[in-house]
């Protein structure tokens, strides 16, 4: 299976000359994505960048220039920001690792932090239980310090970095609003206007600190919770085996995994996991790809069938000769394309980061407004000013907006990709949970793509010729069709013919010359095209159509020579499909080459809204730019050739694993192990990732709309909107991981 490439949206977009991912550490919310991604976008030569805050990385798309990695980071650096381009070395495992370490160092800054912080909450919950014991000022002022200027260090180095490049971003707030209480407090202190007494005027050390460490705390959190969302990345990352047996020189040599040279030959014992993909040379068993494919039921394997890498063997000995190895193989490819699109942006995002770019400046524009209003409305009261102004820039969160939309999409795509559906990006993730109508192909998609020569009718009685003829004109094809009738010749033992010259002729069959005889094979409408006479066949033709099988009739140039009807067995799953997807209110369209009679008894037998045969791929294009007038979003299953100008058409294309190479190019879902009853859990899991897009983003949204109005009518305290604000992000996170328990 080849990597997925996006198609262009809205137009023809250049091609990416090259595509540079960075890690970029020092971002705290979505302002900061908003701000990475205008200061590379603005380089030359940057087609697209995309940052994702949940898993802190860019994917730049350079065109031809001058603009390179170096200049890439440089300019991240220049706005704040570290950044490294992403390596080999730089490994989901090698990240979580680095992620460990700093989730260790943050825990124990946040127990330091309550560990000044305790006694000044203890002395206000005294106070609030009805006893009159408080702190010295002084012993509360250093209490404080080390928390606001030490512990807190990491909240004005990011806010003078914010404002250096003139944006804002949420340390901007937590900067301003423990500050203020700070500066507040401490000046009471130094002016000497508070004894610890309640004769003085309040002091505000204990919000101040709360907030401190209770950010620290919901940060800690946070990050935790996004390590569990990326918990798929690391779980294929595991199927890697580390070490292989590959034969050298005539004895067996253990090697590391990704020093296997294709075309050599590697020994799998029972219950090793492949190391890369190949082709079975010697041996018998079973291998569980389940992990791959989502299929749970251990699959045989012999002498001639492929394995992909990371497949579990079973009991048996198996000799494999490596076809694709290291960043080739599968699940190497998986990988790539789960990253792509946990590192994509959906559209709705962008909204986001829209309303993020201006979330900071308008917090503060509100607390100055709060301010003003206190002071002037409120009797002057200065510290009740303050207290609320306070309160409105910490609990106002960006955060939770700016992981709303990603950390949904990373948990979608790995659970997804662990059922065996691989998703490339959150544009592909978004659209598919709109679809309205689903369009199959027949052969390969709902039927097995594995036909069988069942009849041979020839004019002259002469079935063995009639095979040998066809067989050695479908030399050349590479169409199941083609495939099945030279397996029958070989069944047969029959030895083919020269092939002098061949072409296919599209949606009808082909023309080649064999033993220097001009020969047609294809459908009924080419030999009527070609006005040769059918000799009283056409009866016998409709009685095997009827009864499900496919007809190719062949000739010369003078007349028919006879007819092979094929057989192509339907999928056992594809009628429970089809029941599901009419369930959730999609409707479900055949779209077939193949003829009326043929395409009617399979569409009917399955339960189909529609069926339309005897088609041209352009044909195909037509019906679903018909079904998109008629208001459906569209989704095109296929896995040929032929359907990949179809798939590109379609709202969303859905190419089955099983299938080629250009159809899987085309489009935006692939099923791993072509199974029809994927369809509905694809749909599933967009549309269940999609609802907690939505959830998070409300829940993100009114949060911010109700507490910032509280805050400002000063029914928050600095410290309880400094919890509030660091839990709504963790909230965010963890209804995002709520998605794990989806099971297709």
Not at 104 to 125: E, K, W, Y
Not at 518 to 545: C, H, I, K, N, Y
Not at 615 to 640: F, N, T, W, Y
């Amino acid at each position: 299976m080849n990597e997925i490439s996006p198609l262009p949206a809205g137009g023809v977009q250049p091609s990416p000359a090259a595509i540079v991912d960075l890690s970029i550490t020092g971002m705290t919310c979505a302002s900061c994505t908003a701000r990475v991604e205008k200061v590379l976008t603005r380089l030359p030569g940057v087609l697209k960048a995309e940052v994702n805050l949940a898993t802190e990385k860019a994917r730049v798309s350079l065109g031809e220039g001058e603009t390179g990695a170096p200049q890439l980071v440089a300019a991240v650096e220049k706005a704040g920001y570290g950044a490294h381009v992403v390596t080999s070395e730089d490994s989901p495992a090698a990240d979580d690792e680095r992620a460990a370490v700093r989730a260790r160092r943050d825990l124990a800054l946040v127990c330091l932090s309550a560990l000044f912080t305790l006694p000044l909450v203890g002395q206000m919950v005294f106070d609030l239980a009805g006893g009159h014991a408080m702190l010295p000022p002084l012993l509360q002022l250093a209490l404080a310090i080390p928390v606001q200027f030490v512990i807190g260090a990491r909240f004005y180095v990011g806010a003078w970095k914010a404002l250096r490049n003139g944006t804002g971003n949420m340390d901007l707030l937590v900067a301003l609003g423990t500050s203020a209480a700070f500066g507040l407090s401490a000046s009471q202190v130094i002016v000497g206007g508070n004894d610890g007494g309640h004769m003085g005027p309040p002091l505000y050390f204990e919000a101040s600190t709360v907030v401190v460490t209770l950010v620290l705390l919901g940060k800690w959190l946070e990050s935790r919770a996004k390590r569990s969302a990326a918990a798929a990345i690391r779980g294929l990352m595991a199927l890697r085996p580390e070490w292989a047996t590959v034969e050298r020189d005539g004895r067996l040599v253990k090697i590391a995994a990704e020093d296997v040279r294709s075309g050599e030959i590697v020994v799998l014992r029972a219950g090793e996991r492949a190391p890369v993909d190949g082709v079975v040379t010697e041996g018998d068993s079973q291998m569980d790809e389940s992990l791959l494919t989502g299929e749970s039921l251990p699959v045989d394997k012999g002498r001639g069938d492929e394995i992909v890498a990371g497949a579990i063997n079973g009991e048996g000995l198996l000799r494999v000769k490596a076809t694709a190895v290291g960043a080739e193989s599968t699940v190497a490819r998986i990988i790539r394309l789960v990253e792509g699109a946990q590192a994509s942006k959906a559209p709705v995002q962008r909204l986001v980061d829209r309303i993020a770019a201006i979330f900071v400046p308008v917090v503060i524009a509100l607390a100055a407004l709060t301010f003003a209003g206190w002071s002037y409305l409120g009797g002057g009261d200065q510290q009740a000013a303050i207290v609320a102004a306070i309160s409105v820039l910490v609990i106002a969160c960006p955060c939770a907006l700016g992981l709303a939309t990603p950390t949904a999409i990373m948990v979608g795509t790995g659970v997804a990709a662990k059922a065996g559906i691989l998703i490339k990006d959150a544009e592909a993730l978004e659209r598919a949970h709109d679809v309205t109508a689903i369009v199959f192909d027949k052969t390969g998609t709902l039927t097995e793509g594995r036909p069988s020569v069942s009849d041979i009718v020839a004019v002259d009685g002469d079935r063995t010729r009639l095979l040998t003829l066809a067989a050695s004109a479908q030399q050349g094809s590479e169409h199941p069709l083609a495939r099945a009738v030279l397996e029958a010749a070989e069944a047969e033992g029959i030895a083919l013919l020269p092939l002098g010259s061949f072409r296919a002729l599209p949606g009808r069959g082909l023309q080649a010359e064999v033993a220097d005889r001009s020969l047609l094979v294809g459908s009924q409408r080419l030999m009527r095209q070609s006005e040769l006479d059918l000799q009283g066949l056409e009866e016998r033709a409709v009685d095997l159509e009827i009864s499900g099988r496919t007809v190719m009739w062949l000739a010369d140039q003078e007349r028919v020579l006879g007819l092979i009807a094929v057989a192509d067995r339907v999928r056992p799953s594809a009628a429970g499909a089809v029941k599901r997807l009419r369930a959730l209110g999609v409707r479900t369209v055949m779209l077939t080459g193949d003829n009326r009679r043929t395409a009617e008894g399979v569409g009917e037998a399955l339960g189909l809204d529609e069926i339309h045969a005897e088609l041209m791929p352009e044909d195909k294009v037509s019906q679903i730019q018909r079904l998109r007038a008629d208001g459906k979003v569209v989704a095109m299953v296929g896995d040929g050739v032929n359907d990949a100008p179809a798939l590109a058409a379609a709202d969303i294309g859905i190419a089955m694993g099983t299938g080629t190479d250009i159809a899987m190019h085309s489009a935006g879902i692939t099923l791993m192990r072509g199974d029809p009853a994927l369809l509905p859990a694809a749909l599933s899991i967009s549309r269940a990732t999609y609802n907690k897009i939505r959830q998070n983003l409300f829940w993100a949204f009114v949060y911010n709309v109700v507490a910032i109005p509280l805050a400002a009518f000063g029914l928050l305290s600095p410290a309880l909107a400094g919890g509030a604000m660091a839990f709504s992000s963790v909230s965010v996170v963890s209804n995002s991981l709520l998605l794990r328990r989806w099971r297709p």
